[in-house]
């Protein structure tokens, strides 16, 4: 990891637990124009069944800007909840559209979701842990 953790996950997330640091760590490799599942998350993580864990860690997130959330959508393609509710679902929608992500015809699914789906995750997550 080149850049120090608060370059990479912003300062108000800086006093997240030791769990959200790692998550915040890897969304934030999420390129514009892709999208990760929660599930993908946690198992790049090495927690395979963490998936709610990671949802938890996106719905605490402090730093938009530095962690993309609205690229964390569900496994089967549909954006999820975001912001709390349906305004907020519509939303994200919205900044994945904006980001070239293809949607299904007045859907909250992408379409295509293999296209765009981001899993080529990069950080040694012993390097976070010290932080």
Do not use: W
Not at 55 to 78: L, W
Not at 97 to 122: A, P, Q, T, V
């Amino acid at each position: 990891m080149n850049k120090p953790i608060e370059e990479l996950i912003g300062k108000k997330n800086l006093s997240a637990s030791p769990f959200f640091k790692k998550v915040y760590t890897l969304v934030a490799q999420i390129p514009e124009g892709k999208v990760s599942a929660y599930g993908d998350v946690a198992k790049a993580l090495g927690i395979s069944g963490a998936a709610r864990a990671v949802g938890t860690a996106m719905a605490n997130n402090r730093d938009s800007k530095h962690v993309p959330c609205h690229r964390i959508v569900r496994s089967d393609g549909n954006v999820g909840f975001y912001k709390g509710g349906p305004e907020g679902s519509m939303e994200k929608r919205k900044r994945l559209m904006d980001e070239g992500i293809e949607f299904l015809e007045s859907s909250l699914k992408i379409k295509n979701f293999d296209k765009f789906r981001y899993k080529k995750f990069n950080i040694s997550l012993q390097e976070i842990t010290k932080s």
